[in-house]
């Protein structure tokens, strides 16, 4: 076994690894907002790594990776933002939340019309 | 990429397909649809890591390509059916 | 294995053919997709190759095992092109229905009778 | 080059439809496209059949492939006796588009859509290859469902929304058919599936894939009771489109039967032929009857078809040389007759104020319109099979063919069906044409043009003076199709 | 030969009048028409020696030989006689019209359709081959329409002439088949050849079909009991026509062809049978409803049935032995009857009604008619020395030695009588008992049967002295026939009935039986007429006539019909269940005719960690899908669509098909998005009303729903499940498709190559297909002014969209209440800036490399049209439209179609087929290869590009959508 | 154009990898096509200020660098949380002014990436380029640091744009 893919395969194994922990999440946090914390993150995360593990065991392919890791890192906060603030405005109630400012000022400019 | 190596990304690949179900009881069970969209986005990014691993299986980058496309558009969807949400219309 | 695939697609086309029967439009539309997706994976299973790698040939080396069968999958491409027009037409339709006659219920469409 | 011909049918139309669409800002270019269009289509068509008719199988190898491989265009002549029907209407239906007032005409769509349901149509009768077949009768049950959809009557909407969920039907039952048939044989090329069938004992799934295609195929021809949509789609589609949906469009299920059965399924054959009758036999009582109390006059028409279409299954059910040489002549004098009557229809109704067909508003609206009055009568004439005019052909053809199987019950049934048929078509004349309209009335001036209905008509009465090349062709159309040797030796050589 | 113009002249006439008459005066037409016919009756006496000597001439020109239709000629001496009828009889009326009309606009129209029917006549009677005779047959069918509605917005008339040419069509059909089956059965459809063959036809098992097809044609035509009951309603026709038609030739026709065909077919039991009985039983009823008609028109129709009827009876005797009384009833019937159907429409004509109950007394008014009338009527009473009377003799000389027959006639023949002599005493005897006209009557435009006018004949209208003359000469020629009978008819009727026949005024032997039952018919016949006022005030009991029997079944048949027009229901779901029940039924019946073989492998288990992920994956379809269906929210259905949709992706990738896994996840994709852009144009409450209904429907529905789709779903696994195991088969095509792709056209990626190459067709159909459908969603959603079109480069200075109310809706509708105006704008803005040029860029790389890796024009088409949604989700319509000024859908797919098409003609300019792979060598840049299937994906991917947009612009926003 | 001739050099080089081609004239086809995209789709031109350019590439590097770090660090934080019993979580929503006193978008949008990227933040609401709304899954924790975090990525942002400091 070459070194470059030793090092794949552990890279490979977190990023399986990630994005199991992510899906656990996924079923185990309360609500929406948490849930987005875990797959925006923790499946980022995961996939990220399995592409790192990829280009180390395909080295032909490595900027193609590239590229796709870059576009992840574009699209996954905007994602995680989009259905965050989708939720919000549904009114998703936020399980055991100590304090919610964006309430605050909600309720604040409703009162000023 | 020797047998083992081999064995090795088949187990992950079959892991990561074996992701795939709990999140899709996500996307059944929701409770709010921004869970399911959520849930939704994730099999996306699952998807990206699977077409990734069976490139690697099948020796062949350019189904790589495919990987790409989605990462580009899954966004597209996300986004359309955040705003369904947010706002009642597309665009 | 290829029972099991068999079973799939028939259980996909009598959900489709379910939701088809949908006195919705927007649900029958759904079924009218459903049912395109089901001939598709129907299609798959009479590839002539139970095949191993993709259908890519090189002039240099020989593919590594037995190639799916390209012709189905052409078939296939072909096929969803055209049920996605469908599809999209149908929406349309769909769409103009609720604009002219404030409806998506397709038992709401029935003046055309006799 | 004889056999380029072949392509112009399908891809003239096409080809210019395309370039309507990119020039659609100048619609009289584009309407002249279109004109041009239909004409050549028309042209090359005759052209293929006079080719045949010396006595050769034409075959274009698209792409230069050669088949079973590549994708192979075949010009046989039951083939092109159906082509040559398609664009004479088509031609006469553009035509008739050119003259029509309907809003829906004017709009940059509607051309292409026209032409390319036209291309379609030649495409699904000259293909040698069942699944372009598909893709070619998938582009008619489009444009069609779109020209319905944009029709100036309202309820066309509703119709094409039908019509779309019922054809997926057909696609499905077209496509499994086709899977099956690969499955079983790996090829597409009819000729090669043919050959196959013929050599082997009948293998795994091909009755079933002989059952589906024919659903397909009825559904396409609307025949009971596979018919629900005909009624909805071919009435309020636009009047130039209706008057093709009813005459040609239908056709491409009985064309698709007739190649089924005589070159892939010639052993399952008889059965389906026992099935055809009953159904035939059903369709024509059905659409007679339904044509006898419906509430307006193209929906008149339309069951008509209806029950036409049940004429032309029986001729093919009995199965004889002269009963199927008559269904072939039956069918293609229908597409005249009932594209012009549609037609002429269509022309009464954009002169009522509401512009509408149907029988409560449309009684005595055509009292004042002498040659409009004429041409209705002659074309019911025709319908009805009163000589001299070319369903009198038909019906003798078709008699003959009977009397040629022997089925003394269907004939009788068919040939009784007759009184219902002029029942209903002089009682609707008198009641367009001879009574006086109803409380206040006043015609709308400047309709339809009724250019393209005179021609048809004009050609009805040609082919009922003088039918002879018409039977002629039939019964060559027949013989070769009993030889299916013929057509598979043409498509893959040897 | 010589017959041919014969023929030809009326038709040419018939042309010719209706130009004509715009310019000639009635009257003249008349003569004119007259004149002509009045030649053509010279020219066939002229000929009549020929005939005599010859027996027959007889002609024929190939004409549709395929169903043994020839233009073919066999006139002999019953030819003749008919033809003389038709003509001479033809002379008169054509006189008499052009006198009768008083609307000289219709006299062209009215001349046409007599001349007409004058040629199919005179065809009926000289064809020579049964379909040339059925044809003729047909014609003086729908020309008889025609007259009797000629007065088309009379009810009565439209009624009458529908009800007549059903019966007599439907008739028609049965003869059309009897003759086939004849000309079948003899191998010959000539007249001539089959008189040769009348053993075998006799002797043929389908004799009694042909036969008693046959006679329900003729008897249908002539009027024969029970189908005699639209000869009255065919008196709406007008009068000439109904002496014409419906009296002296058409309802004859019938009796020709008895005649005609009797050498063949007659001379049998059956023959023998069926035509005395129901040509006696029609002559007796047909008397005897005469007798108590009001309408005259009616008296004469019912009187003619008679006569009819006796005609049949006679040709149905054994051995021909009445043939000879067959003819000279005719010719003494059309004389006779022809000259008393003339002067009740000159009756008509001047006092405006028909009903013999408000005439009389009218000689003293018209005593000239009166005259005529006299003569016609005592020659139908058969009152010597009238050709009635000849006739009458001959009828029971041939009838004597049946004492039953016999009855019948002479009972008849004293019913006849009686309603000649109320004809004549009725309208021209006695006092007037005209009524006053009355209001209700003068008003309105009267579908009274009996006249155009109200019965005012206080002043009676001048009669032309034609109408007068044109019965005159009929009735003239009665008397001068049966005076001149032995030397003027005998040599007539002779050819006609085969041999030379003596005729006599007075039987030559003495008085005879026969003479003396005449008398005594005669005397019978004046006592009915002197108790006339009693037998007129019986009540008959009400049997079902023909009339309600036809009017019943026509009803029972609408009835059906609208049973039938039920099923139509409108509801699409019942017609999908239907279709599919159908299809279970069928496909069942294939499935259990088949034999299965179940190859060992079938069961064979998981094998690899492939399989294991393609279960997961189709569980995960699956369950996705039914989720779909159980899931009542759109939008969650929307989103467990995806997931099942992607799956199918992913299992596409292990198949390994990654070229349908792209389409696949990117089509899905699309598909989501235009779902939701539908949810959110589609409103709230339609889809909870829709929605509400899918489980409130009754259980039995969702039990039938689930059946159909549950049996369906086990044929098709049953038929996925054979498909499966049939493979592989040794597939020689897909091998060739593998061999040859790299080599023939350059590409490593098969699929693309059958796509762009092999099956390029397919390709070229699809995308047009997409392009169409594109097209569509935008003409019907953003429906275009039709006055404006799209500028290629130009937007349209004013867009005014005439879908006013959904503009007014989308107004109302309120916005949504949100914290911000727009939806995280700076975030998605950012990410699309970002995104967007690369994504542009991925679809380019699959346009230019879709020979070598997976993508091509189509899949670059998709991309750049979820960009297009990317940009309209993230900037909104009005921002992606300034931005994107190019973005003009409708021209995109033009111009993609257009290059597509370029690509598949411009081999055939280098001689190449259509499609024909066409490289452009030495041209290589970073592996991009040139040919001409780059202009083909250019093509798709601009179409597929153009349509996407035009399809998500179109259903999104209708209100600022250009038009197309 | 010039901006657009510089933006398609980075585009050049993204071609590169995805059509996976590394060589001259692939790079060429790639910068003609970029130029190409970019005049279809028309992207907001800016002045190219060649002095600040390698600066901000430097700043684009760093960011970058960071933000991958940062995903790294947040996916560690949020997996010990979900793998721990009790998953510690305190959530809540807070407000974080951008403090960028141009209130720019794009300096907002990043802000916004960043911070979502960041561990146990996300952001639901922007209001007005000027305040983010962040949901964290521990509010104490982050209200600890968020506001030193902000100001010093609002410098990094500023050195990317190549805004004056
Ligand atoms: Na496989
Ligand atoms: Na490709």
Same mark, same amino acid.
């Given at each position: ?44 995360? #995961? ?48 399980? #055991? ?17 | ?29 929701? =409770?709010? =649809? ?58 | ?114 | ?23 659609? %800002? ?19 068509? /005759? ?25 192979? *265009? ?20 553009? +035509? ?16 292409? +859509? ?15 290859? @069942?699944?372009? +077949? ?15 959809? @944009? ?106 039967? /007739?190649?089924?059965?005589? *070159? ?51 001729? /093919? ?51 004042? *319109? ?18 001299? *005019? ?9 008699? %003959? ?61 040609? +082919? ?31 | ?203 043929? &098992? ?31 026709? &007008? ?36 035509? &005395? ?332 960690a492939a399989d294991i992920l393609e279960i997961v994956l189709l569980v995960l379809a699956l369950v996705a899908t039914l989720a779909s269906i159980l899931l009542e929210r759109h939008l969650l259905a929307a989103l467990a669509l995806g997931v099942a949709g992607y799956s199918i992706g992913g299992i596409f990738l292990l198949e390994p098909a990654p070229d349908v896994a792209l389409v696949q996840f990117l089509v899905e994709t699309l598909a989501t998005v235009l779902i939701i852009i539908i949810l959110a144009r589609t409103s709230e409450e339609e889809r909870r009303r829709a929605i509400t209904r899918l489980w409130g429907q009754t259980n039995t529905g969702l039990k039938r729903d689930v059946l159909i789709s549950a049996t369906l779903g086990l044929a098709v696994g049953f038929f996925a499940l054979a498909a499966v195991n049939s493979r592989p088969t040794p597939n020689t095509i897909a091998a060739w498709h593998l061999e040859n792709a790299l080599p023939q056209v350059g590409v490593k990626d098969v699929v693309a190559g059958i796509i762009t190459d092999f099956r390029g067709t397919d390709t070229l159909i699809e995308i047009t297909v997409f392009g169409m459908a594109a097209l569509g969603v935008l003409t019907m959603l953003a429906r275009p002014n039709p006055g404006k079109t ?62 070598v890796a997976p993508g091509d024009g189509f899949t670059a088409g998709v991309i750049g049209g979820l960009g297009v949604a990317l940009w309209f989700v993230v900037y909104g319509y009005e921002e992606t439209k300034r931005r994107l000024r190019w973005l003009h859908p409708g021209p995109l797919i033009g111009i993609g179609l257009t290059l597509a098409f370029a690509n598949a003609i411009l081999p055939l300019v280098f001689g190449r087929e259509f499609l024909a792979f066409t490289p452009i060598e030495g041209f290589s840049l970073a592996d991009i290869k040139l040919a001409s299937t780059v202009l083909f994906e250019v093509g798709i991917c601009l179409t597929v590009f153009g349509g996407v947009s035009a399809i998500l612009e179109a259903i999104s926003h209708p209100k600022e959508v250009e038009p197309l | 154009m010039l901006f657009y001739m510089l933006l398609a050099v980075p585009m050049a080089l993204i071609w590169v990898g995805i059509t996976d081609r590394i060589m001259l004239d692939g790079v060429l086809v790639g910068y003609g096509l970029s130029l190409g995209v970019l005049v279809l789709l028309r992207p907001r031109r800016r002045k190219v200020n060649w002095r600040r350019l390698p600066d901000q590439l430097v700043a684009l590097v760093i960011y970058v660098v960071e933000l991958f ?97």
């Open positions: 076994m070459v070194i470059g893919e030793v090092v794949g395969l552990i890279l490979l194994g977190t990023g399986v690894f990630f994005s199991a922990v992510g899906i656990i999440g996924i079923i185990r946090l309360p609500d929406v907002y948490t849930r987005i914390h875990a797959s925006g993150k923790v499946s980022t995360l #995961g996939s990220i790594s399995l592409l790192a593990g990829t280009a180390l065991m395909m080295p032909e392919a490595a900027l193609k990776l590239i590229v796709l890791a870059l576009f992840l890192l574009i699209t996954s906060p905007v994602a995680s933002h989009a259905i965050a603030a989708a939720a919000y405005r549904q009114g998703v109630p936020r399980a #055991g939340a100590v304090r919610d400012d964006l309430a605050a000022r909600a309720e604040q400019s409703a009162a000023a019309e | 990429m020797s047998d083992a190596a081999n064995m090795l990304v088949q187990a992950a690949l079959t892991v990561m397909v074996i992701l795939l179900l709990p999140c899709a009881y996500r996307v059944l069970s929701g =409770p709010t =649809p921004a869970d399911r969209l959520q849930a939704t986005d994730t099999i996306t990014t699952l998807l990206i890591g699977i077409i990734i691993l069976l490139a690697l299986l099948q020796g062949s980058s350019f189904v790589i390509d495919i990987s790409l496309a989605l990462a580009a558009f899954g966004l597209v969807a996300t986004l359309a059916v955040a705003r369904y949400l947010a706002e009642g219309r597309v665009f | 294995m290829n029972i099991l695939f068999a079973l799939a697609t028939g259980i996909m086309f009598a959900m489709g053919v379910f939701q088809l029967l949908r006195r919705d439009l927007i649900k029958a539309g759904m079924g009218f997709y459903i049912l395109f997706t089901a001939i598709n994976l129907l299609f798959l299973a009479v590839g002539a190759y139970n095949g191993s790698v993709p259908a890519y040939v090189d002039a240099s080396n020989r593919p590594a095992g037995q190639p799916s069968d390209p012709l189905v999958q052409a078939l296939i491409l072909t096929a969803i092109v055209i049920s996605f027009g469908s599809y999209a037409l149908l929406l349309g339709l769909i769409a103009v229905s609720s604009r002219r006659f404030k409806t998506v219920d397709s038992d709401e469409l029935d003046q055309l009778k006799g | 080059m004889p056999n380029v011909l072949l392509i112009g049918p399908i891809f003239i139309p096409l080809a210019f439809a395309a370039l309507g669409v990119t020039l659609s %800002r100048y619609r009289t270019l584009q309407h002249g496209f279109g004109l041009i269009g239909g004409v050549l289509a028309w042209l090359s068509s /005759i052209g293929v059949l006079l080719e045949n008719l010396q006595g050769n199988i034409l075959t274009y190898r698209l792409g230069g492939w050669p088949p079973p491989f590549g994708i192979v *265009l075949v010009g046989d002549l039951l083939a092109s006796v159906f082509a040559v029907m398609a664009t004479t209407v088509v031609a006469a239906g553009i +035509l008739y588009a050119l003259g029509c007032k309907d809003k829906c005409v004017r709009y940059p769509a509607f051309m292409p +859509l026209f032409l390319a349901m036209g291309a379609g149509l030649n495409g699904a009768l000259y293909t040698g290859d @069942i699944f372009t +077949l598909f893709v070619f009768i998938e582009l008619m049950v489009i444009t069609s469902v779109i020209l319905v959809a @944009i029709s100036d009557n309202r309820l066309g909407l509703e119709a094409a929304i039908k019509y779309l969920f019922i054809s997926a039907m057909g696609t499905l039952f077209l496509l499994i058919g086709i899977a099956a048939l690969y499955a079983t044989f790996g090829t597409l090329n009819m000729a090669d599936i043919g050959r196959l069938l013929a050599n082997d004992q009948r293998p795994l799934l091909a009755q079933a894939a002989a059952v589906l295609l024919m659903c397909a195929f009825l559904l396409k021809s609307a025949v009971f009771p596979f018919h629900f949509w005909q009624p909805d789609f071919h009435t309020t589609a636009p009047t130039p489109i209706g008057s093709m949906l009813s005459s040609v469009v239908v056709k491409v299920g009985i064309y698709g039967l /007739i190649r089924m059965m005589t *070159l892939m399924f010639t052993a399952e054959a008889p059965l389906i032929q026992e099935l055809l009758i009953i159904l035939g036999i059903i369709g024509i009582f059905f659409g007679s009857l339904g044509a006898l109390r419906t509430y307006d006059a193209k929906r008149l028409l339309a069951y008509s078809t209806f029950g036409q279409i049940g004429f032309i299954l029986v001729g /093919i059910g009995w199965g004889t040389a002269a009963a199927l040489s008559g269904a072939l002549v039956y069918a293609v004098n229908h597409a005249f007759v009932k594209s012009s009557l549609l037609m002429i229809t269509g022309v009464v109704s954009s002169r009522t104020m509401t512009k509408t067909a149907r029988l409560s508003e449309i009684g005595g609206a055509g009292k004042t *319109l002498a040659v409009t009055s004429g041409l209705y009568f002659l074309g019911g004439m025709a319908l009805a099979g009163v000589p001299p *005019l070319n369903g009198f052909v038909s019906k003798v053809a078709l008699a %003959r063919g009977g009397i040629s199987a022997g089925h003394w019950l269907a004939l009788g049934l068919v040939v009784g069906a007759g009184v219902i048929t002029m029942l209903y078509m002089f009682r609707t004349w008198q009641w367009i044409f001879q009574q006086p309209p109803a409380g206040e009335f006043k015609l709308k001036p400047g309709g339809d043009s009724p250019l393209a209905p005179a021609l048809l008509i004009g050609l009805c009465v040609l +082919l009922g003076l003088y039918a002879a090349p018409l039977l002629d062709i039939a019964a060559r159309t027949v013989s070769q199709l009993s030889n299916p040797q013929l057509y598979i030796r043409a498509v893959l050589g040897g | 030969m010589e017959f041919v113009p014969v023929i030809v002249v009326p038709f040419v006439l018939a042309l010719a009048i209706v130009p004509a008459s715009q310019r000639l005066r009635p009257e003249y037409q008349g003569w004119g028409l007259a004149a002509v016919l009045a030649i053509l009756f010279g020219w066939l006496l002229a000929l009549l020696p020929t005939i005599s000597e010859q027996g027959a001439v007889s002609a024929a020109i190939s004409w549709m030989p395929q169903i043994g239709l020839n233009l073919s000629l066999y006139v002999d001496g019953l030819s003749v006689l008919f033809a003389l009828v038709i003509t001479g009889i033809g002379a008169a009326v054509m006189l008499y019209a052009g006198y009768y009309f008083e609307d000289a606009r219709q006299v062209g129209r009215f001349f046409a359709l007599l001349l007409a029917f004058t040629g199919s006549m005179l065809a009926v009677v000289m064809a020579g081959n049964l379909l040339t005779l059925f044809i003729a047959w047909e014609l003086t069918s729908i020309v008889s329409f025609l007259l009797i509605s000629f007065k088309g917005s009379d009810a009565v008339a439209r009624a009458g002439a529908l009800q007549a040419l059903i019966i007599t069509g439907g008739g028609g059909l049965a003869l059309l088949v009897g003759l086939l089956l004849a000309g079948t059965a003899a191998g010959t459809m000539e007249l001539s050849d089959l008189l040769a063959q009348s053993d075998v036809l006799r002797s043929h &098992p389908w004799y009694g079909a042909i036969t008693v097809l046959i006679l329900v044609g003729s008897f249908s035509k002539s009027a024969q009991f029970p189908l005699h009951f639209w000869l009255p309603g065919a008196m709406a026709a &007008p009068t000439p026509a109904s002496a014409f038609l419906h009296s002296a030739t058409m309802v004859k026709a019938g009796v020709y062809l008895l005649a005609r065909l009797s050498p063949m077919l007659g001379d049998t039991p059956l023959w023998n049978a069926a035509l &005395p009985v129901v040509g006696l039983l029609t002559m007796l009823i047909g008397a005897a409803v005469a007798l108590r008609q009001r309408d005259l028109k009616g008296i004469l129709a019912y009187t003619t049935i008679s006569q009819l009827g006796a005609l049949v009876a006679l040709i149905g005797l054994p051995e021909a032995a009445g043939i000879k009384a067959a003819m000279v009833g005719i010719l003494a019937h059309a004389l006779y009857k022809g000259a008393l159907f003339l002067i009740v429409g000159a009756v008509d004509h001047a006092t405006g009604t028909r009903n013999i109950d408000e005439l009389g007394g009218l000689w003293r008014k018209m005593p000239a008619l009166a005259g005529v009338t006299v003569v016609a009527g005592l020659s139908m009473a058969g009152v010597p020395p009238l050709f009635g009377f000849v006739a009458k003799e001959t009828l029971l000389e041939a009838v004597i030695a049946e004492p039953l027959a016999l009855a019948v006639v002479v009972l008849s023949a004293a019913l006849t009588v009686a309603v000649a002599f109320r004809l004549v005493w009725d309208i021209f005897g006695g006092e007037s008992r005209a009524r006053l006209p009355q209001e209700e009557h003068r008003g309105h435009d009267s579908h009274h049967p009996y006249g155009d006018d109200a019965y005012d004949y206080s002043h009676i209208h001048a009669l032309p002295g034609p109408m007068t003359a044109a019965p005159g000469f009929l009735a003239g020629l009665s008397l001068i026939a049966g005076i001149g009978i032995g030397v003027l008819i005998a040599p007539v009727v002779s050819p006609a009935v085969g041999k030379t026949i003596s005729l006599y005024l007075l039987p030559p032997g003495g008085i005879n039986l026969a003479f003396v039952l005449s008398m005594a018919a005669l005397a019978a016949g004046a006592a009915i007429f002197a108790t006339r006022r009693f037998w007129l005030s019986w009540n008959l009991p009400g049997l079902p006539g023909g009339e309600q029997i036809y009017q019943y079944l026509v009803s029972r048949v609408e009835r059906v019909g609208d049973v039938l027009l039920r099923s139509q229901g409108g509801k699409i779901r019942y017609y999908l269940a239907a279709i599919l029940l159908t299809v279970v039924a069928l496909l069942s019946t294939a499935i259990t005719r088949t034999t299965i073989i179940y190859p060992a492998e079938m069961m064979a288990g998981v094998a690899s799209w500028s290629l480069f130009r937007r349209p200075e004013t867009s005014e969209s005439p879908i006013k109310d959904a503009l007014q809706e989308d107004a109302e509708r309120p916005e949504p209440v949100v914290y911000r105006s727009r939806f995280a704008d700076p975030v998605t803005q950012l990410a699309a800036a970002l995104v967007l040029p690369f994504a542009t860029l991925i679809g380019l790389a699959h346009l230019l490399y879709a020979g | 770090w940062d995903i790294v660090l947040s996916g560690v934080d949020v997996a010990r949380r979900v793998l721990s019993p009790d998953m510690r979580l305190k959530p809540g929503i807070i407000a974080v002014p951008t403090q960028d006193p141009l209130e720019s978008p794009i300096i907002a949008a990043l802000s916004a990436d960043v911070i979502t990227l960041t561990p146990g933040e996300l952001v639901v609401e922007l209001e007005d380029n000027r305040i983010l709304y962040v949901h964290c899954l521990d509010v104490e924790a982050t209200m600890a640091t968020i506001d030193a975090e902000q100001a010093r990525r609002i410098q990094l942002f500023g050195r990317i744009i190549g805004r004056s400091s």
